[in-house]
């Protein structure tokens, strides 16, 4: 059992800090937002993420939260750097919440042997920079070297809507360290987690064939682009199946055939070939534009991360032009849209394709009506588009020339479909996320689009008002 601080209370943060006290050690998580950690204190998350809430539960009497340094840091064993590194102006990320960690750390730190482990995502030498910050504000509040610590990378592969989940079960847990013993408080501290030792929380059971998890230890800065290159990879993967899509429009083909027989080779893999609007959220579009600013520092030009990245902001502008050829003019018409968090599971918005793709239909003169089932609430004070919200299928629907699915809610399937026609003006249907049930879509009268597959049924053009 260890003494752990997590600094930040975010979904990587809370996470980490709820899953690490299940697991049997002793948190504190430690967030500078004094509000945010009252909300804590009285069980109250700042977000909604699947199951974080019942395994805080669970782990309670090993779980606090505080907002001081002084009071946390001192007797801490493991101390935890998880706070945000959003996109700086020239792309790169700005590190302004990592180094006044590092200070609050470095001014508080114990006598006993510390690990200070870089969770949040941050370029390349960043380990190096955390450990001059800790050195040199304890050196500012002591006046000499801090005695025992050492900083290592372990970098974080969570999805969120999926967080705890990926952190019980991880495919590998990858620490880069210099220092041996660092690297050995680390392999004690996720020992349950590599051997798959823990009880499994009731409500989340261990997956079958689930194994011993690998333990990747490397260096500091392999370990760092480890993190950026796995993102980029899939943002990658998520692009070229995209790309593919458009092709398969023009010839007749189903990218989802293609997906499927393409991903059924080993060296492929099926998962994230899902063709649709594109991804969003708050790591793929940030860690992509830190990798091309990472080679523009080192002088490595980086063509592919720039592709993937142009190719996932021309799938919004795809589904417009989709839009255009059947509707012919966007001006004064209402697009109804199924969706605004950037993935299902989730009410985060940040670089939401939905939104996105909003910003384009209110540029071509369309009103834009949006529902969604978790984030409507966080979209009412976070989005300042002039967007109306509905809270039903019907509020949505009525009098609308298009439904677009922006986010493949499971929910959406299994909407009354067949009664809901008969509310919006033009029967037809966009499926960003290739998600619906088309065939009966089609059957109850839809004429129904989708990404990189046959488009079906009819419109009556001539009864689309305003198309002429
Ligand atoms: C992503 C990575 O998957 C995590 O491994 C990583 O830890 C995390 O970033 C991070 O850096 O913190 P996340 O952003 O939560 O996780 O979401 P994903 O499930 O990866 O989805 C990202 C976007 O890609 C979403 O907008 C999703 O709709 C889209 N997507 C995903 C597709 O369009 N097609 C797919 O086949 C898969």
Redesign the pocket.
């Known amino acids: 059992m260890k003494q752990v601080v997590v600094v930040g209370a975010g979904?990587?943060g809370l996470t980490t800090g709820a899953v690490l006290a299940y697991l049997g050690h002793r948190v504190k998580v430690l967030d500078v937002d004094p509000a945010r950690v009252e909300d804590l204190k009285r069980g109250k998350l700042p977000f909604f993420e699947p199951h974080l809430q019942e395994l805080i539960s669970l782990s309670q009497a090993r779980l606090a939260f505080t907002s001081q340094y002084e009071e946390a840091i001192p007797t801490a064993e493991v101390i935890f750097i998880a706070v945000g590194t959003p996109s700086g102006p020239d792309g790169a990320p700005d590190l302004s919440q990592a180094r006044s960690a590092a200070l609050g750390i470095g001014r508080h730190l114990g006598e006993g042997f510390t690990v200070v482990v870089n969770k949040s995502?941050v370029p390349v030498g960043s380990g190096n920079y955390v450990e001059a910050m800790v050195r040199r504000a304890f050196w500012e509040a002591h006046g000499q070297e801090p005695r025992a610590y050492a900083v290592v990378s372990n970098p974080?592969?969570?999805?969120?809507?999926?967080a705890v989940y990926?952190s019980l079960y991880p495919d590998r847990i990858v620490v880069g360290a210099e220092d041996k013993r660092a690297l050995e408080v680390m392999r004690e501290l996720y020992e349950p987690i590599l051997e798959q030792s823990f009880a499994p929380p009731p409500f989340l059971p261990r997956p079958e064939r689930m194994g011993a998890v690998p333990f990747i230890t490397t260096d500091l800065a392999s370990a760092e682009l480890i993190?950026y290159g796995?993102?980029a990879f899939?943002?990658m993967?998520?692009s070229f199946?995209?790309e593919l899509a458009a092709l398969a429009e023009r010839v007749g083909a189903d990218i989802r055939e293609v997906a499927r027989g393409i991903g059924l080779d080993s060296r492929i893999g099926p998962?994230?070939?899902?063709?649709?609007?594109?991804?969003?959220?708050?790591?793929?579009p940030k860690?992509t534009l830190a990798l091309v600013a990472m080679g523009e520092e080192y002088g490595i030009p980086m063509p592919l991360v720039r592709a993937a990245r142009e190719v996932n902001f021309l799938q919004r502008q795809r589904v417009v032009d989709k839009l255009l050829g059947e509707l012919k003019t966007l001006k004064g018409r209402t697009i109804a849209l199924l969706g605004l968090a950037?993935?299902p599971h989730?009410d985060d918005l940040r670089e939401?394709?939905a939104l996105e793709l909003a910003v384009l239909l209110l540029g071509r003169g369309a009103f834009v009506r949006a529902h969604d089932p978790m984030a409507l609430t966080r979209a009412q004070s976070e989005v300042s588009l002039p967007l109306e919200y509905a809270k039903t299928p019907e509020d949505l629907l009525r009098g609308v020339d298009a439904v677009v699915l922006a986010?493949?809610w499971p929910e959406y399937r299994t909407w009354p479909w067949e009664s809901l026609r008969g509310l919006m003006r033009v029967p037809l249907v966009m499926d960003a996320?290739n998600h619906l049930d088309r065939d009966r879509l089609v059957a109850a009268g839809y004429r129904y689009l989708g990404i990189g597959v046959p488009s079906l049924g009819v419109l009556n053009k001539e009864g689309i008002p305003g198309s002429k």
Request: glycine share 12%.
């Open positions: 979904y990587v995502t974080e592969f969570l999805r969120e809507g999926q990926d993190k796995a993102n899939l943002a993967k998520i199946i995209n998962r994230f070939l899902q063709a649709g609007l594109g991804w969003g959220g708050s790591c793929f860690d950037f993935k989730t939401s394709p986010t493949d996320r």
